[in-house]
């Protein structure tokens, strides 16, 4: 039905009218949407059952993704692209009056995730499918993925997110393969012979039913499966259970991404969830396993297990249940063959963000895997005591349970053969600080997996221009092998060519500023430098830098009426986490700065300011390729990696940023001469937190420039804030000593922002610096990465499948 222009158009026009039962005059683009959307799901289906009946009778070793988040966003797009269908149908609705690109954009994004961890998964399985890797993800089916962001009056609003009102074409229910999850009740023991065997009763079951969706790898023949999780209540309630309470309690497991757990009962939602989603895949991994070997003895010969961040490690302790209360297993064979399966990746050194959970959540919830762990915890207690004996402070500061706690970091680690962090400093930072008598004891667990990001995703589907114009000068090779981006070094002094780049960064910058016009009802200067930071909302990324910053400008061009600089569009996106005051006002503020720079007839030539309200994969999509500069600018040793920082480069931003994450390696791939590094290094930071050193206010009082914005803050600058607004912004500075030396770091990055506007204003030499950026970013596509983890942690091996 793909296969000419003709024959799609009428194989559309028939699904439509059997899909929707009118013609094709009354339907509306989500009619056609949907429509587009089964053929392509009809047209994927021999090739996904074909890789399945392959995996199946080869038998050769599978890796599970285990993640609580994958933000997919729109697939539609991405799908015809890596089908290769993409031109046939857009010339086929383009005949019918039908413009593609409006189709693609009534697809909701499957938001699933907050932000780089959850889109890191997502990059993977692009990867793992392009490849031709057996590698499968499971998550959550959440009803409402990452709220909806709206802005009113500078405030952030969240709306619940409703990606599933009008269906999703993607999914397949596979009601046959659901199973049931256990939650609550207590544990029984018996005697077997010389076996004490343990048996969870009077639990409360739930049932975790599947939705699979196909993962279409590049011009590959193999298709992968995506498999999220949906809990649904059974048939029957348990005892005595309120058949309306058990409903909701029981639907409200895979309702929201990350409940609200600042309250004892969002705490239990949210290990509910983690649980939920290890327990139903684990269950249906082992169950495939054992049609196809039968028996566990071999499972980690053939089975990868990977968790993304601690939330799935309770895949450690269900592994261990299974293979010792349904395996019969002795506990030295479960737990080879659990280490041996199961591999962790770190993602954050922040201690606020690791994992613990109270015991008075955890056992009751979990009576049997609480049990599990508390075995696991003294037996490595127990090692530990034989290397380090009478060294109690170490072993109470590896201890799993401790202080009424959970450690979830410390079991992942106990419980993997391998341990990653996402990037050179990132996992440089965990083996000599942070994870260092984890590292003393397992030296050989600990390696480095630089994160990477799928170049069609980022590049090849949402900066066609650019693409083209790479496929015009040095072919298509790339695509396959990114590393041939190098290539185009050649061309990075060639006028024409930097000619045609610029035109090509020129056009994005308008489609962009349409955009930008549409939502803000704000026209910005495509002449302008785009200067742009878009995350998560945090304080260790240092947002408040950059909006410092901009009212240091501000500052001088009022003051000074012979300051010229190069006009500058500073681009703002990034959601808040609703419990996350301080991050919240942060929005506020960077609201109210645009409000004030962007009426001011004496600035708002030069200087404009736009916030772009719901930050979300699909949104980025056309931000990355309109960028002029990237702002990672992150408190050095505080991010892992960063992915965004490498979706900048391959579409030509050069970076302004700190020797943080990944950025260290984007200068050393890009050259030195090819970004713009500023700032305290890792090892300072370190030391200041060691050692002391450091106060804000020193800074403060000795720079006026500093005291200025600062006292901006609080003084009345902004008409439409209170003077307490941003209170706690002040004291985070003054009063709190400036935890993420924002002051510290503020000269260093006035004096390189005052150079990239200089540097900008060379037009060649830009040119050459951006094109230097796009040519050597292919170091950081995700296949490189996958290939990493496939080759050195999982072992596994491509499909060998035929057309
Ligand atoms: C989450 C939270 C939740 C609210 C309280 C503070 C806080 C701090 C950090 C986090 C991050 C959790 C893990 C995470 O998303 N890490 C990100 O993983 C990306 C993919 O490896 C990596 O590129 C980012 O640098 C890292 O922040």
New binding site residues.
């Given amino acids: 039905m793909f296969t000419s222009v003709e024959r799609f158009k009428a194989a559309f026009l028939e699904k439509l009218e059997t899909m929707y039962g009118k013609s094709f005059r009354d339907s509306t683009a989500r009619d056609q949407y949907h429509t587009l959307g089964h053929m392509v799901r009809e047209h994927i289906s021999s090739r996904w059952i074909a890789t399945n009946e392959k995996n199946r009778t080869d038998n050769n070793k599978q890796v599970y993704y285990l993640s609580i988040e994958f933000l997919l966003g729109r697939l539609l797009g991405s799908n015809l692209l890596n089908l290769g269908i993409h031109e046939v149908c857009e010339a086929g609705l383009r005949d019918l009056g039908i413009d593609l690109q409006d189709l693609e954009e009534s697809e909701a994004d499957a938001g699933l995730g907050?932000?780089?961890?959850g889109r890191?998964a997502a990059c993977f399985l692009d990867s793992l499918a392009s490849l031709s890797l057996p590698g499968h993800g499971c998550g959550i089916r959440y009803k409402h993925g990452l709220f909806d962001q709206k802005i009113v009056d500078g405030y952030q609003v969240e709306l619940p997110e409703q990606w599933l009102r009008h269906g999703n074409v993607w999914e397949v229910r596979r009601h046959d393969q659901a199973v049931e999850v256990h939650f609550w009740g207590s544990v029984e023991s018996l005697r077997s012979g010389d076996r004490l065997e343990f048996r969870h009763i009077n639990s409360e079951a739930i049932m975790a039913v599947p939705y699979d969706i196909p993962v279409v790898g590049y011009e590959a023949v193999a298709v992968n499966t995506l498999r999220l999780w949906n809990a649904e209540p059974l048939p029957f309630p348990p005892n005595q259970k309120n058949v309306l309470d058990y409903k909701r309690e029981t639907e409200a497991v895979s309702e929201f991404l990350y409940p609200d757990d600042t309250h004892d009962e969002g705490k239990i939602l949210r290990l509910k969830q983690q649980y939920f989603l290890v327990s139903a895949s684990l269950q249906n991994i082992v169950k495939q396993h054992r049609e196809r070997n039968g028996s566990l003895r071999n499972l980690h010969e053939k089975i990868a297990i990977h968790i993304n961040?601690t939330h799935p490690v309770l895949a450690i302790p269900e592994l261990m249940r299974i293979l010792l209360d349904e395996e019969k297993m002795s506990w030295e064979d479960a737990w080879h063959i659990t280490v041996q399966t199961i591999s962790y990746t770190n993602?954050?050194t922040?201690s606020?963000?690791l994992e613990k959970w109270p015991i008075r959540i955890f056992q009751p919830l979990l009576p049997r895997i609480y049990m599990i762990v508390e075995e696991i915890n003294e037996r490595f207690c127990r090692e530990l005591w034989d290397r380090y004996t009478y060294d109690w402070k170490r072993i109470e500061d590896m201890a799993i349970i401790a202080h009424g706690l959970v450690k979830m970091a410390h079991l992942a680690i106990a419980g993997s053969h391998s341990i990653n962090g996402?990037a050179h400093i990132h996992t440089e930072i965990l083996k000599q600080r942070e994870m260092r008598l984890f590292y003393e004891f397992y030296p050989d667990r600990f390696n480095n997996k630089t994160?990477g990001i799928t170049h069609r995703r980022w590049l090849l589907k949402s900066n066609p221009e650019l693409s083209g114009l790479i496929a015009d000068t040095i072919g298509t090779g790339w695509i396959h092998d990114p590393a041939k981006l190098q290539d185009l070094l050649a061309y990075k002094g060639d006028p024409a060519f930097q000619e045609r780049f610029f035109r090509v960064k020129q056009f994005r910058k308008e489609l962009l500023a349409k955009r930008i016009e549409e939502q803000t009802g704000i026209r910005v200067d495509t002449n302008s430098i785009f200067d742009v930071q878009v995350k998560r909302l945090?304080a260790y990324k240092r947002q408040l830098l950059n909006v410092l910053h901009i009212m240091h400008l501000y500052n001088r061009l009022k003051e000074d009426g012979g300051y010229t600089i190069h006009p500058r569009t500073f681009i703002f996106g990034a959601k808040a986490?609703p419990g996350?005051y301080y991050a919240k006002k942060i929005i506020k503020l960077m609201n109210e700065l645009a409000e004030k720079v962007n009426h001011d007839p004496q600035t708002r030539d030069r200087l404009k300011v736009i916030f772009l309200e719901n930050y979300r994969v699909s949104l980025a999509e056309e931000i990355f390729p309109a960028a002029d500069v990237s702002e990672q600018i992150s408190t050095a040793s505080k991010?892992?990696?960063?992915?965004g920082n490498m979706k900048f480069m391959m579409n030509g931003a050069v970076t302004v940023g700190t020797l943080d994450?990944a950025n260290v390696e984007i200068r050393d791939e890009a050259g030195a001469e090819n970004a713009f590094i500023f700032g305290l290094t890792a090892e300072e930071v370190l030391r200041y937190y060691q050692n002391g050193g450091y106060r804000s206010s020193d800074y403060y009082h000795h720079d006026k420039r500093i005291k200025k914005v600062v006292d901006q803050l609080v003084n009345g600058f902004f008409p439409n804030a209170d003077a307490e607004e941003f209170e706690t912004i002040y004291d985070s500075l003054i009063i709190q000593n400036d935890e993420y030396f924002v002051l510290r770091d503020f000269a260093p990055y006035v004096d390189i922002q005052e150079e990239v506007g200089r540097a900008y204003q060379n037009r060649q030499r830009w040119l050459e610096m951006s094109i230097a950026n796009v040519a050597k970013s292919g170091y950081f596509t995700s296949d490189r990465t996958i290939q990493q983890y496939a080759n050195e942690i999982w072992g596994i091996q491509p499909i060998q499948l035929y057309r």
Avoid at 114 to 117: A, E
């Fill in positions: 907050n932000g780089g961890l890191l961040d993602h954050t922040l606020e963000a996402v994160n945090h986490s996350y991010e892992a990696s960063g992915t994450g």
